[in-house]
């Protein structure tokens, strides 16, 4: 696979201009993180739940569900620590994550309306325990940052896939993309 997830997190960080700022934010908030991260999870996989095909994909095996609630929660209280202040480690995990939805078939249709729902979950429960706004801000940059890695996971593990299968170019499979193959 092309990408680099240590580069491709630094260029993240400053496309969504996450900043020292709202990395120390976080890091001040770890425990109130850490505390809320159970409660996030049920809220998550609720919603999930009430889509029929998300919910088919969740309970598609023994114990499927119970697993997600425990990855979900440390998925949600590394994003207050940042692993290794949002470095290697940080990025080889969330690259991990992105290429593991891959793998199940789960695409951006199921990915985006699920982080937004994070990221309101998360908003209405900084009002409710009067947290201050600027961590609104930090959460939703570093929510920004994880969804962009799962989205790229979808489109590199789909191109690797295809070059591998027709021993095209990536030049040219690029060109097929851009110029929808000839059509409109
Ligand atoms: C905000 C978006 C999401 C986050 C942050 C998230 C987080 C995670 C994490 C941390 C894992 C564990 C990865 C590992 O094993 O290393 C995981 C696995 C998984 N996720 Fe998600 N997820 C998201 C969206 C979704 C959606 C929308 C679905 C279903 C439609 C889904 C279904 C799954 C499944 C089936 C697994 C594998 C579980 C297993 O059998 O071990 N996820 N997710």
């Known amino acids: 696979m092309a990408l680099e997830p240590q580069a491709f997190i630094e260029?993240?960080?400053?496309?969504?201009?996450?900043?020292?700022?709202?990395?120390?934010?976080?890091?001040?908030?770890?425990?109130?993180?850490?505390?809320?991260?159970?409660?996030?999870?049920?809220?998550f996989y609720s919603y999930l739940g009430s889509d029929p095909e998300m919910n088919a994909?969740?309970?598609a095996t023994e114990g499927r569900i119970?697993?997600?609630?425990?990855?979900?929660?440390?998925?949600?209280h590394e994003m207050f620590t940042g692993i290794?202040?949002?470095?290697?480690?940080?990025?080889?995990?969330?690259?991990?994550?992105?290429?593991?939805?891959?793998?199940i078939g789960i695409g951006p249709q199921h990915v985006v309306p699920a982080m937004?729902?994070?990221?309101?979950?998360?908003?209405?429960?900084?009002?409710?325990?009067?947290?201050p706004e600027e961590l609104?801000?930090?959460?939703?940059?570093?929510c920004t940052i994880d969804l962009a890695f799962i989205e790229?996971?979808?489109?590199?593990?789909?191109e690797a896939a295809v070059l591998k299968e027709t021993g095209w170019t990536q030049g040219l499979f690029k060109r097929l993309?851009?110029?929808?193959?000839?059509g409109r």
């Open 66 to 76: 119970q697993r997600l609630h425990q990855t979900f929660i440390q998925w949600f």
């Open 136 to 142: 609104q801000e930090a959460l939703i940059r570093i």
């Open 116 to 131: 937004a729902h994070v990221m309101q979950e998360v908003s209405n429960r900084i009002k409710i325990d009067g947290k």
């Open 11 to 43: 260029l993240m960080v400053k496309r969504v201009d996450f900043s020292k700022e709202n990395k120390a934010l976080l890091k001040l908030h770890g425990d109130w993180g850490k505390e809320i991260a159970p409660d996030m999870a049920e809220r």
């Open 84 to 103: 290794d202040d949002w470095g290697n480690a940080y990025a080889e995990c969330r690259w991990r994550i992105g290429l593991v939805h891959v793998r």
């Open 152 to 158: 790229q996971a979808y489109v590199e593990v789909t």
């Open 177 to 182: 993309i851009t110029t929808g193959a000839g």
């Open 57 to 59: 994909i969740v309970n």
